[in-house]
């Protein structure tokens, strides 16, 4: 019977009902040691009777540094079952967990086929998985769980992870619920005391209570050891230990009263971590114990033989058992474990129980640890790769062979995602190495840890002492990044630091080549536009764009994203737009979710700025999702900055201003531009003209040199001011110098409509002319480069200085239009002002409802599924590209199609599904 728990149980009980009837979920069940976790999940795995599948698993510490050995116990025994998942993604899980020699090093493809196996798991039967002890979980594994448990939906699969809230390492699993278990209350602790300590004399119990503290364990654990006469050892300690503490210390205790052969037997168990019998025995004759030494720990309940496995009561009992012995005792332990462990399939653990029994320098053990880490490349697990290369560099006896294995480890930290352990692996290796190539990768490495945190200077000065260092030797890596280097600087604002950046690509005298000459071209383009001369800058960084010379396609997907931030200052809407959502379908198909924030917070800002505000709210959102599940933050503070303007352009102020709240305070480049721009277009489209001039003077029309959202926004900040008559010359100016160096219609629109705007009222209306019909110029085929968005407030304008001028007949085409254009992408009070101004001209047009436009009622995910399906993909081929499941993905199709008035795919194929 479970004390207490009433609540707790019920709500694991509706997750397995909700399973049943075809509903998902994932919850993280935490608390500190000993307070219920697995006990909740024996529950749950009883509960789930004979119509439920259950897989089980346990992280196990010792285990933590193998790749996808946790996915390996809870997958192994469905494994068969790959063979029904896509290719790719059969040869990756394969890979990852060992059963072929095929590289499984796509960790966010991994855990989409771990996603596609449970949906295809649970199309027989509902599904349940547990997983205990997961901050125990080696990292790879941990991330393709996590990755499959964030996309369930509609599969009929329920994932229960129990972790431990302290002394255990974290395991953040941001986007799962959790369920916090606390420590019982009086009546509960009394009464499963009453249980187990009926016996005792009342002041014993009273004793066990009061330290006990609500901790189900504990109650039990210090009722056996007040038996066994071990309470006063410990008593007058329990008032300042944690619960974790003393029930270590009470197994400790306990295991300190066995025989020493026992004692040796329970260590070798607790150092191996798959408690195989044979190789514990193998290892434990060496130390003089045999199998007859298991019964005194059996007697005491502290393990018991299953399957062939030695299994701990609990994992503290393994902990007390190995942090317990003496450190010589641990060392002969693993050592003993190296030599009893077979040679075939064991060379990783070997090598790890070796680096474990090793005190010094040796090169035999680092040479074997890199072997291991060579494996946990080709099956992705980075973190493994990083910490076995660490361990081989602390026993490497040569300083070269030190350097160059710490290098390696941040590389592997930085794949990993541990920027800042990255940066103090490559802190440690970089005044060792002498390899111009590791050289340079290791100060790329260097540079993210600023990066990320926002310290944009320290970045630029990394990248640049990496490109000079590489200069002679690799010209066309010292390149990138001395374009990179001027990347993380021109947003700063910084015009001295951006002209030395220009400066130092000049001194270097980089040779001229396709791979070298673009990027110092594009580098000194992007030093021209900060100085205010785009005439100059913008042909440079677009002839880097348009790529003649195939240079970008030679780069990695990182690296072209690096580039692609910057393809809309060309103005080339078009162009930005097809180059990265290129770049977006190859990290679709490598399944590179690592650079997908990045790829999808650009294209996101290329669909605001073209005004296909559906696209931009698809994007950003997936874009938002996917970084903060890797950890991207600063990506996605970029994401709500763009879904923070689509919000102010629909009048919703209450969205508009928790997404800019929610853009971190360290953000201060660009993310505040973005905030502060979007509040601004809030507030303009309010009629709010002060206050919008007001944030868009607190970030000046000259930032408009050094901020790609400022520089698209310069005409709110026109508009504001013309409507209070307030100067706007300045940031007018800005605007054109720029528009003209593009060579783009829509930007000779905009720009015209904004000399209307500051024009004498009888000299405006041509302006307004001139400019829609540039518009229209451009919005032919399929409004490509139209800016639709820009396009509907220029005739806005133009309609109302018509209505204002007499022309009430002329007035209305353009009212029209626009009104079609705000009310197709919900801009509420734009649209409230063009339906204000048609009635103004004698003609009235209702509001618009859900029903003229379905699409409006179809979520992001939704529109993304029903624009796949449409140009005739599976379901499963959707969800390759989207990471869903395919039952999830006919679960958004059951729910678009009656939303859209069809019933099949090829009903959807007849529908305008395009940008929007």
């Known amino acids: 019977m479970l004390h207490g728990r009433d609540d707790e149980l019920a709500a694991i009980d509706a997750l397995l009902a909700g399973a049943r009837a075809g509903r998902s979920a994932a919850v993280v069940i935490r608390g500190e040691a000993g307070i219920g976790k697995s006990v909740l999940l024996d529950h749950a795995a009883a509960a789930a009777g004979h119509d439920m599948r259950v897989l089980r698993a346990t992280g196990i510490e010792s285990e933590s540094e193998l790749p996808f050995a946790g ?43 771990v996603l596609t196996l449970l949906a295809e798991l649970a199309d027989e039967r509902p599904l349940l998985c547990v997983v205990d002890d997961a901050h125990w979980l080696d990292h790879a594994s941990a991330d393709a769980l996590l990755f499959a448990a964030r996309r369930l939906d509609a599969e009929g699969v329920v994932l229960l992870f129990a972790a431990r809230d302290l002394h255990a390492p974290p395991f953040p699993a941001p986007g799962i619920a959790e369920l916090r278990l606390a420590g019982l209350d009086e009546t509960a602790a009394t009464a499963l005391l009453d249980e187990h300590a009926g016996d005792l004399p009342r002041h014993a119990r009273e004793q066990i209570l009061g330290e006990a503290r609500g901790n189900p364990l504990a109650l ?36 300190g009263t066995l025989p020493e052969a026992t004692q040796t037997l329970l260590l070798v168990a607790a150092a191996e971590v798959t408690c195989d019998l044979a190789v514990v025995l193998g290892a434990a004759g060496r130390l003089g114990a045999s199998v007859e030494d298991l019964e005194p720990a059996e007697r005491k309940e502290l393990l018991h033989l299953t399957d062939g496995q030695l299994m701990f009561r609990h994992p503290l009992i393994r902990t007390a058992a190995y942090r317990g012995a003496p450190v010589a005792r641990r060392i002969a332990a693993h050592r003993a474990l190296a030599e009893a462990l077979p040679c075939v399939g064991n060379i990783d653990r070997r090598a790890w129980h070796l680096a474990a029994a090793t005190t010094e320098p040796d090169e035999n053990v680092a040479s074997l640890l890199e072997r291991t ?55 440690q290796a970089a005044p060792h190495l002498t390899d111009p190539l590791a050289r340079a990768e290791l100060a790329q490495v260097r540079a993210l840890a600023p990066y990320v945190r926002g310290l944009r200077k320290a970045a630029h000065a990394t990248l640049l002492q990496g490109a000079s260092a590489a200069a002679d030797h690799l010209p066309g890596k010292a390149a990138f990044m001395l374009f990179d280097a001027m990347g993380v600087i021109w947003a700063t604002g910084d015009l001295p630091a951006t002209e030395e950046t220009a400066a130092r690509v000049t001194a270097l005298e980089l040779p001229a080549a396709p791979d070298v000459t673009p990027f110092v071209e594009a580098a000194g383009g992007m030093a021209a536009i900060a ?12 002839r880097l764009i348009e790529d003649p010379g195939g240079v970008l396609g030679r780069l990695r997907p990182m690296e072209r994203a690096c580039v692609l931030e910057w393809a809309v200052l060309t103005g080339d809407l078009d162009a930005a737009g097809e180059l990265t959502r290129a770049l977006e379908r190859e990290c679709r198909d490598q399944g590179a979710v690592g650079v997908l924030p990045e790829v999808l917070r650009d294209l996101a800002r290329v669909e605001l700025f073209r005004g296909r505000h559906y696209d931009a709210r698809i994007t950003a959102t997936e874009a938002l999702r ?28 209450e969205n508009t201003r928790a997404l800019t709240a929610g853009v971190r305070a360290h953000r201060t480049e660009p993310g505040e531009e973005w905030t502060t721009s979007a509040l601004a277009l809030l507030d303009l489209g309010a009629g709010r003209y002060e206050e919008a001039l007001r944030r868009r003077e607190e970030l000046g029309a000259d930032a408009a040199r050094h901020s790609i959202v400022v520089l698209y926004t310069l005409p709110d900040h026109v508009e504001a001011a013309a409507r209070l008559g307030a100067p706007a010359h300045h940031a007018l100016a800005r605007f054109e110098e720029w528009a003209r160096a593009t060579g783009q219609p829509w930007a000779e629109a905009v720009t015209l409509r904004c000399r209307a705007l500051l024009a004498p009222e009888d000299e405006a209306g041509p302006l307004y002319a001139r400019a829609v019909a540039l518009h229209e110029q451009a919005v032919v085929p399929h409004e490509r480069g139209g800016r639709s968005f820009e396009r509907a407030r220029t005739e806005l304008l ?19 239009s626009a009104l079609d254009v705000f009310e197709r992408v919900c801009a509420t009070p734009w649209a409230d002002r063009a339906r204000a101004e048609l009635r103004a001209t004698g003609e009235a047009r209702p509001r618009r409802t859900e029903e003229a436009d379905p699409f409006a009622r179809l979520t992001p995910q939704e529109l993304q599924v029903v624009r796949l399906a449409a140009t005739g993909l599976t379901n499963r081929d959707i969800g390759a590209q989207l990471f869903l499941s395919p039952r999830t993905v006919g679960y958004h199709l059951y729910n678009a199609y009656p939303k859209l008035g069809v019933a099949s795919r090829a009903e959807l194929a007849r529908l305008d599904l395009g940008g929007r």
């Open 626 to 653: 996917v970084a903060e599940e890797t950890g991207q933050i600063h990506f996605a503070d970029d994401a709500r900055g763009v879904l923070a303007h689509l919000a102010a352009a629909e009048g919703d102020e």
């Open 220 to 255: 039990r654990e210090l009722t056996a050891a007040q038996r066994e006469g071990q309470i006063p050892a410990y008593a007058h300690r329990a008032a300042a230990q944690p619960n974790h503490t003393r029930l270590q210390q009470t197994f400790a205790d306990r295991i």
């Open 71 to 113: 996915l390996h116990l809870l997958l192994g025994r469905s494994v068969d079952r790959t063979d029904a998942l896509p290719d790719r993604q059969a040869r990756a899980l394969r890979g990852a967990l060992g059963l072929e020699e095929i590289p499984g090093g796509d960790r966010p493809l991994v855990g989409l086929a």
């Open 798 to 816: 133009y309609g109302e200085w018509l209505r204002r001028a007499g022309h009430r007949a002329d007035a209305r085409p353009p009212l029209r």
């Open 373 to 427: 880490a060579e494996h946990a490349r080709a099956r992705g697990g980075y973190a493994a790769v990083a910490s076995a290369c660490e361990r081989a560099a602390q026993l490497s006896p040569d300083s070269r062979d030190r350097a160059r294995r710490l290098a390696l480890a941040a590389r592997a930290a930085a794949d990993a995602g541990w920027i800042e352990r990255a940066a103090v692996l490559a802190d």
């Open 531 to 542: 100085r205010g001369e785009p005439a100059t800058g913008v042909p440079a960084l677009a």
